[in-house]
C-alpha cells in the first residue's frame, strides 16, 4: 500500500443487500481510508488515465516498469472482476420479478445497435406501458451474433402472454426478434446465473465498450467495514447487531493460510417472529 494518510483497517466487512446480508470476515487486515491510501493496482490505473502526477504527489515513488502485454492482461482481469462485482451487487440489491432474453433479427452482429435498439424499447416499454426496471448482459453466439439477458423488476403480467415452454411468456410488443419471460423464484441463484455471462472472452470482445447497463431507479448495496479483535465472537457480533436476521449460509474457505468465512444472513419475517 502506499500511505498518505492515518492507517486504518478491518477484517469484517458487512454487505446489506435487500432484504439480505452477507458478511465476509477474514483472518488478517485490510487497509482502507477514504482516499488516503492507494494500492499497487489503483497506481496503475491513475497512470494509465494521467490522474496522477508524480511531480505533485511527494509521498508516491516510481513502479518499476513491467512488460505492457502483461499489465494490459492485469488491467483486463480487474476490470472483468469489477463488472462482474458491480452486476452480482445490483442484482442482489433489488428483487426482481422477471428473466429474460432478448434476441435481434437485423443487425444482430453488431453490438452497439443492439444494444441500442433494446434499451430504447425497455424505456419505451417504461414510459407508455409498466413501470419497471432493469439490469442487462449481453452473450454472444458462436456465430458472433448477439443477444441480451435481463433481470426485470416490475408488473408485466398484463402485457405477457403464455409462450411455447410452459412457465415462460413472450411480449408481444417486442418487434426486433425473439424473447422469452420466465418469472424469477430464487433471486439469488438469479443473480449468480446473469453474472456469469461476464466471461473474459466478452471482456475482450468488448473492450472499451460498456458490458452491461441497468435503469437508474436500481438500487445498490451498503458496505460498513469493521475491526474484531481475536476476543469477539463473530457469531456473539452478528446476534448482537443483527437481531431481526438469521443465518442461511455459512462457509469457511482457506487458501495458502489465508481464511475468510463467508457468511449469509436473511431477514426474519414478521410473521414468523410472531409465532
Not at 53 to 82: G, M, P, V, W, Y
Not at 114 to 128: D, E, G, I, P, Y
Not at 232 to 253: C, H, Q, R, S, W
Amino acid at each position: 500500500f502506499w500511505l498518505v494518510g492515518l492507517f486504518m483497517a478491518y477484517n469484517c466487512k458487512v454487505i446489506f443487500y435487500n432484504n439480505e446480508i452477507q458478511i465476509n470476515k477474514y483472518n488478517y487486515g485490510i487497509s482502507v481510508s477514504e482516499n488516503h491510501y492507494k494500492t499497487r493496482e489503483e497506481i496503475e490505473e491513475s497512470l494509465e488515465d494521467g490522474s496522477i502526477n508524480f511531480e505533485d504527489c511527494e509521498q508516491c515513488s516510481r513502479i518499476a516498469s513491467t512488460d505492457f502485454a502483461d499489465r494490459d492482461k492485469a488491467n483486463q482481469a480487474r476490470s472483468l472482476r469489477r463488472s462482474m462485482q458491480s452486476i452480482y451487487e445490483i442484482a442482489r440489491s433489488n428483487s426482481f420479478d422477471y428473466f429474460a432474453t432478448f434476441t435481434f433479427a437485423e443487425n444482430r452482429y453488431d453490438y452497439d445497435s443492439c444494444k441500442s435498439k433494446l434499451l430504447q424499447w425497455l424505456k419505451n416499454f417504461q414510459k407508455r406501458k409498466a413501470r419497471i426496471e432493469w439490469l442487462c448482459v449481453p452473450e454472444q453466439h458462436a456465430d458472433g451474433a448477439w443477444h441480451f439477458h435481463a433481470m426485470i423488476k416490475g408488473d408485466m403480467s398484463e402485457y405477457l402472454v403464455a409462450g411455447v415452454h410452459a412457465g415462460r411468456y413472450i411480449i408481444p410488443s417486442y418487434r426486433f426478434g425473439i424473447n422469452e419471460v420466465e418469472p424469477i423464484r430464487d433471486s439469488n441463484r438469479c443473480a449468480s446465473y446473469i453474472t456469469k455471462y461476464i466471461t473474459k472472452e466478452l471482456a475482450l470482445c468488448l473492450k472499451n465498450k460498456r458490458r452491461y447497463f441497468y435503469s437508474a431507479g436500481l438500487k445498490k448495496p451498503v458496505a460498513k467495514e469493521f475491526y474484531l479483535d481475536d476476543d469477539t465472537d463473530l457469531f456473539e457480533f452478528i446476534a448482537g447487531n443483527f437481531p431481526e436476521y438469521v443465518l442461511t449460509y455459512n462457509k469457511l474457505v482457506e487458501t495458502h493460510g489465508y481464511r475468510v468465512n463467508y457468511i449469509q444472513l436473511a431477514k426474519t419475517c414478521v410473521d414468523d417472529a410472531d409465532t
